[in-house]
């Protein structure tokens, strides 16, 4: 099952930010009641958008922006039911709206039409005319569905219940018994209850989402790479001669030089790399590049050839050395382009103040820390100014695409580097572009969070957050950064907003949890264990 | 116990964490060692009812106290008493530092402990049945800073702790009482006083520490380095090497691209023996070679809880031939995460390491020795939280990145036979030195300790400092679960400062 996150982003009317606040507060107040008509917590919300795992609405205030109102969702399935879902849960949805700035041009009327008094219009599609699609985001439970998860939540609980219940029989019938035993005896017992286990489970990733992501990251590294190339086949068109290639890697060589910590982003091959995986690393290496200048030459090759009157192959023959020596050329040039702009890169990145000591809002602190700690998991909102300029502008973008493209392939476990806490993390780019909001549901604490972002996951962090405005000073868009860890946590506080409304569909369930429910139900839908060491696996999650 | 004075190591101490004499000069020995040669203590809580540093100028030129207070490689030949003493963020503000000083030391030293955001992280609220049933006796009794707030007060309030220690039981009450009779002289109240000792014990050749339950202590400490050794050989860093700037104030950090972390500070003045190292222009570095200390009194109530584990042996071993071998020893240990004699628990057939340089990712993977929820594993969970042999190293950096230096001392005389309640007030005097609160000791608490879904468990917290709840312990191929009521409970705690040697000259010339 696909999972989708939206963000509404509208600007709020100063004025009636108080009452946009209090609003807000209501509605929480009504939620923990809980609902009139309901029994538990926050059951209404549940409820009437059944598909939601995590939804928040803040607030972000800054001396330099009108008031901004953030409805974050995280929910299963496309976008679509989810707007008409959270107006009839939200009673006073309207009313927030109307505590919202009237937008300029056509939209305008549609804000008129769903905010003038008694009005029964839509909210849908002007939430949607405000939607915002994540940058990156981030999934810890990717393809389990909130009934999935809640049945498979329930399901565990009941084995431990079954469990528990055991221990108080003499003998306990569990306690002799093989994996394999346990197993059937779990299976014969929690069967009837639990009628789904005889359902086969759907794919959590299916092929085709699969496949589209790893395409989608081939086609941004070939576009990248075209981009690259283009100086290169310019200059080719012009000249190829082996001169053009000297002076372009010497070029290359000198801007390496430039540079000057160049070699530090040997920091970023991991520490336990055996020698052996580095060796495999390097050649791979090699052979991507030969097979790139070998394709290019002859794809080159091959067209020239086509377009050349004589015969096919003895053309080719003949063009090869040529267009051999263009790719060479292309590369060469690439290899400087790659280096003039890591220049570019550094040359900004020493001269981007980075602010030590932001100011923080005592009061708004201590209205985020009250709001934090109450359950497994927590929220936190941040709103950052991008940095200016032409190459940050192209940066930030191929950055964040990049990443996000890399997590969908290679984070398919959850696992963010060393790091499983996050349920559902975005970036977006947001006010036109210029501001970038990071919205995250995790397990644990605000500052276990950072820390693990610090020690765990800084690399990624780093290169999605070091566009922004005042962050610790990184190298390379990827060293250092996050790593100077007491700066980064004043940043990331002073960045963040109270969470006014937050909701978890479910609150007890950390992502390691959730994926050790779905381990167990995933073994007691088998009918059976053939191989013994399996239901021992299996056994180690009850 | 300990009928001899012991020679001091001040020659070994030279270059010790990679410091040099002269900067030892200016800790207080506390900071250094565990004090072991001194088994047995006074902790005595003060309360200053004058403004002022005069008290402390008095208390410091006091015999033995001039002689114990200061370094641990001061004394002329023989170290006879080491005397140590720290400050409560309201005890600095009561003897007169400025406001503009006071706003430089970290939050959470300035909150104090009980801050209500606070208490429900670090799992301090009544209604958790974690704290004495008479309620929190003493702390520093911080004011909230918004005056909205209902300050969190305890009825006795701690301004400073002073700690003497000596190698003769009777010798320390001694001077105990002697000291708390100069201090009334000086407008100083000693609000609450406990008796300290390590119960050391002979096993085998060695002399150890042992806490009220009966299991060794004091061992399992991280290693401070200033630099990170040269070259990769170094066994005790790779395991628990931490940076020498997570136990001290004022030094660069390598685990954080060598940043010093911001010290308190005081406005410069060619007076003052306090340096400027690592302070802003104007400034002098009142930090530098000191510490926070952490500081909880644990009650435990020792009968209860080897009752507890005797019936609780007795239910399981009734379940079948499986759990025959069950005792109240068997399952203390896995509470514990250590035998009795402190030997670390190993999964059948693994020998175990005889030091404390190892992990648990190569040998005890899925806690069928050591239980992944046990006191000793939450608390130091090394590399056993990594999810494979390749993220191992990272994970023990990670671990590392949040370690405490403990210096707890017991409380209160041994308990005669550990199943008859002998209605006698026992406990650990809890006490931990670190420069980052936030990022060490509270996070131990709550990120550690008292997660309900720390690795790979569901709702349980630790179980000796934790509410009442259950514990799993991991078996193939089925795990048990027992239900561990909750024996050990706060009766009074606050976080301190403790200065070096020239910052108490500064506060005592207030």
Not at chain 1, 80 to 90: D, M, N, R, V, Y
Not at chain 1, 128 to 144: D, S
Not at chain 2, 373 to 391: E, I, M, Q
Request: with cysteine; charged share 20%; hydrophobic share 40%.
């Amino acid at each position: 099952m696909v999972q989708t996150v939206r963000t509404v982003v509208i600007e709020g009317e100063p004025d009636s930010i108080e009452i946009l606040q209090k609003l807000i507060d209501d509605f929480k107040a009504e939620e923990e009641g809980p609902p009139p008509d309901f029994v538990y917590k926050y059951d209404r919300l549940k409820m009437r958008a059944p598909a939601l795992h995590f939804m928040s609405m803040s607030i972000f205030e800054a001396a330099d922006y009108d008031p901004i109102f953030v409805i974050e969702t995280n929910f299963d399935g496309l976008d679509g039911p989810i707007w008409a879902q959270l107006e009839a849960a939200i009673p006073s949805l309207r009313a927030m709206l109307r505590c919202c700035k009237r937008p300029a041009g056509p939209l305008g009327d549609v804000y008129d039409a769903i905010s003038y008094r008694d009005s029964i219009f839509p909210l849908a599609p002007y939430l949607e005319a405000h939607m915002v699609k994540p940058r990156i985001f981030h999934l810890g439970n990717r393809g389990l569905d909130r009934t999935r998860i809640l049945r498979e939540s329930e399901l565990f609980v009941a084995c431990q219940d079954e469990l528990m219940n055991a221990e108080t029989r003499n003998p306990n019938p569990y306690r002799p018994a093989t994996a394999s035993e346990i197993h059937q005896r779990l299976r014969a017992a929690l069967r009837p209850k639990f009628s789904w286990l005889d359902e086969p489970a759907s794919p959590r990733i299916p092929k085709l989402e699969n496949l589209t992501d790893r395409l989608r990251l081939i086609g941004l590294v070939l576009a990248v790479l075209l981009c690259l190339s283009i100086p290169g086949l310019l200059l080719a068109l012009v000249s190829h001669s082996w001169v053009a290639i000297a002076i372009s890697l010497a070029a290359a060589a000198m801007a390496a030089r430039a540079i000057g910590d160049l070699g530090d982003l040997r920091q970023l091959i991991p520490k336990s790399a055996s020698p052996g995986g580095k060796l495999k690393a390097t050649i791979a290496g090699i052979c991507g590049l030969t097979l790139y200048v070998l394709v290019f030459s002859f794809i080159g090759a091959a067209i020239l050839a086509l377009l050349t009157p004589v015969t096919f192959l003895g053309a080719l023959k003949a063009n090869f050395i040529e267009m051999l020596k263009a790719a060479l050329l292309v590369l060469a040039v690439g290899l400087f382009s790659v280096l003039a702009i890591l220049w570019w890169l550094r040359r900004l990145e020493r001269r981007d103040p980075s602010q030590d000591e932001p100011p923080i809002n005592d009061k708004l602190m201590r209205e985020i820390l009250k709001s934090e700690d109450h359950i497994v998991q927590n929220h936190m909102g941040s709103l950052v100014l991008v940095k200016p300029g032409a190459l940050r502008a192209v940066l930030i973008r191929i950055g964040l695409v990049g990443l996000g493209l890399l997590l969908r392939v290679t984070a398919r476990d959850g696992y963010l580097g060393d790091m499983r806490t996050i349920h559902f993390a975005h970036w977006a780019l947001v006010s036109n572009e210029s501001r970038l909001l990071f919205l995250s549901n995790f397990d644990g604490s605000w500052e276990s969070y950072l820390d693990d972002f610090i020690e765990k996951a800084h690399s990624g962090l780093t290169l999605a957050w070091a566009n922004g405005v005042g962050f610790p000073p990184a190298r390379f868009l990827l060293l250092e950064g996050a790593t100077h860890g007491r700066l980064f946590k004043a940043w990331a506080r002073h960045s963040m907003t109270v969470s006014r409304f937050w909701f978890s569909a479910y609150t007890e369930y950390s992502v390691n949890q959730i994926e050790r429910n779905a381990a167990v139900a995933n073994g007691l839908r088998r009918v059976r264990f053939d191989n013994a060491e399996d239901a021992k696996t299996w056994a180690r999650n009850l | 116990m300990g009928a001899e004075p012991v020679k001091p190591k001040g020659e070994a101490d030279a270059g010790k964490w990679g410091l040099t004499r002269p900067q030892w000069k200016d800790i207080q020995s506390f900071v250094a060692s565990g004090l072991s040669q001194l088994p047995w203590g006074q902790a005595l809580f003060l309360q200053i009812d004058r403004p002022g540093g005069g008290w402390l100028r008095s208390l410091r030129a006091l015999e033995p106290i001039k002689k114990g207070l200061g370094p641990i490689n001061n004394a002329d030949g023989l170290f006879e008493e080491a005397v140590t003493i720290a400050f409560t963020w309201t005890g600095l503000q009561r003897m007169g530092l400025s406001d503009e000083t006071l706003k430089t030391f970290t939050t959470p030293f300035r909150e104090g402990m009980h801050q209500e955001d606070r208490r429900r992280r670090l799992g301090d609220e009544a209604t958790r049945g974690t704290i004495v049933r008479e309620g929190l006796q003493w702390s520093g009794n911080v004011p909230p800073e918004d005056p909205s707030i209902t300050p969190a007060a305890s009825p006795k309030t701690v301004h400073a702790l002073l700690l003497l220690y000596d190698w003769d039981e009777g010798a320390v009450e001694r001077w105990a009482l002697s000291v708390q009779t100069h201090l009334n002289t000086q407008g100083v109240t000693v609000v609450h006083r406990l008796p300290l000792s390590l119960n050391l014990d002979k096993l085998d050749k060695e002399i150890v520490a042992h806490e009220h339950f009966g299991f060794t202590d004091g061992r399992l400490q991280p290693e401070p380095y200033l630099q990170p050794p040269a070259g990769n050989a170094d066994e005790t860093y790779r395991w628990r090497g931490i940076p020498l700037a997570d136990v001290l104030l004022g030094y660069p950090n390598f685990h954080n691209n060598n940043e010093i972390a911001p010290c308190p500070l005081v406005p410069f003045s060619d007076q003052s023996t306090l340096r400027a190292d690592g302070a802003p222009e104007g400034y002098l570095n009142l930090g530098l070679n000191g510490s926070y200390l952490v500081v909880r009194e644990l009650r435990q109530d020792v009968a209860a809880f080897w009752s507890s584990l005797e019936s609780a042996a007795a239910t399981m071993r009734k379940q079948g031939p499986h759990s025959s071998a069950i005792t109240a020893d068997w399952l203390a240990a896995r509470i514990i995460g250590r035998q009795l004699d402190g030997s670390v628990l190993c999964p059948p057939g693994v020998t175990a390491p005889q030091n404390d340089n190892f992990g648990y990712l190569a040998n005890d993977p899925y806690g069928f020795g050591c239980p992944f929820g046990s006191h000793v594993r939450r608390a130091n969970p090394r590399d056993g939280l990594a999810r494979d042999a390749r993220s191992g190293p990272n994970l023990l950096d990670a671990a590392n990145h949040h370690r405490i230096m403990r210096r707890g001392r017991n409380y209160g005389e041994k308990i005669a036979d550990r199943m008859v309640d002998d209605g006698k007030n026992r406990g650990l005097l809890f006490m931990c030195l670190n420069t980052d609160i936030a990022r060490q000791f509270e996070f131990v608490q709550q990120t550690w300790l008292l997660n309900p879904s720390f690795a790979t468990l569901f709702n349980e917290t630790d179980p000796l400092v934790g509410p009442k709840g259950p514990m799993t312990i991991p078996e193939d191929p089925l795990r048990r679960v027992i239900e561990v009521e909750t024996y050990v409970k706060l009766a009074g705690g606050e976080y301190f400062f403790l200065p070096s040697v020239s910052a108490l000259d500064y506060l005592q010339g207030l």
